[in-house]
């Protein structure tokens, strides 16, 4: 079965860290580009940030650029957001999803991550 | 600052045909922003139905087709069923490997 599992998500503070990850199976994640997605509860989608296949290429939205760092393991077939100087509005669910032809065919089912005090 | 536009709400009777577009703020859209659209119900992660601007995913029924239209890309349904009722999300691909959302379309079936 194709799937993506996220997991990670938690409260934080703001200024804290987290890392959240995503666990791929039934597909070659190694050949995939990957990327996050992120929602405010009530809110539409926001596009987060990409990575190519080789782990090196990445881009990120204005928002986030600077303080949070996507990054994958081929080998064990997950995908992480390393989340760092979190603010409120980062409040969010979190979606991991794959990339074929520049969409997104594949989705988690989220992970919630709070930043509040 | 480049945004993606689409109606934000929209309303159609059962059996009917209802367009959403979706555009940008300044310039047009065209095949190149390889334009993709996602159905969301509440507490449900979003499901792709169309890429490649036109291409339906896999089990989408063909009551939904994609296109470009004047400017705009376009998502029409074609007999609209009470269960389309959802959030529709359009995706631009822009140059340098960002890409962006609109900020959806509330579809009402009644």
């Known amino acids: 079965e194709v799937q993506l599992v996220e997991s990670g998500g938690g409260l934080v503070q703001p200024g804290g860290s987290l890392r959240v990850s995503c666990a791929a199976s039934?597909?070659?994640?190694?050949?995939?580009?990957m990327h996050w997605v992120r929602q405010v509860p009530g809110q539409g989608l926001v596009w987060v940030s990409h990575?190519?296949?080789?782990?090196?290429?990445?881009t990120y939205a204005d928002s986030v650029k600077g303080r949070f760092t996507i990054s994958r393991d081929n080998a064990k077939n997950t995908l992480y957001l390393q989340m760092n100087s979190l603010r409120v509005e980062d409040t969010a669910v979190y979606y991991c999803?794959?990339?074929?032809?520049?969409?997104?065919?594949?989705w988690g089912q989220g992970t919630v991550v709070t930043v509040s005090s | 600052q480049t945004v993606v536009t689409q109606e934000p709400s929209f309303s159609v009777s059962p059996g009917g045909t209802v367009t959403l577009t979706c555009g940008l703020n300044?310039?047009?859209?065209?095949?190149?922003?390889?334009a993709s659209w996602y159905q969301q119900t509440p507490g449900q992660a979003p499901r792709l139905l169309i890429y490649?601007?036109?291409t339906r995913s896999s089990g989408v029924p063909d009551r939904f087709s994609g296109s470009i239209v004047g400017n705009k890309a376009a998502l029409t349904i074609t007999g609209a069923q009470a269960d389309d009722e959802s959030d529709y999300y359009c995706?631009?691909?822009?140059?340098?490997?960002?890409?962006?959302f609109g900020g959806g379309t509330k579809l009402t079936v009644l």
């Open positions: 999803t794959n990339d074929a032809g520049h969409a997104f065919h594949i």
């Open positions: 039934g597909f070659t994640f190694s050949t995939s580009w």
């Open positions: 990575i190519k296949n080789d782990g090196i290429t990445t």
């Open positions: 300044s310039g047009s859209v065209s095949t190149s922003h390889y």
């Open positions: 490649y601007t036109n």
């Open positions: 995706v631009l691909y822009m140059s340098s490997d960002i890409w962006l």
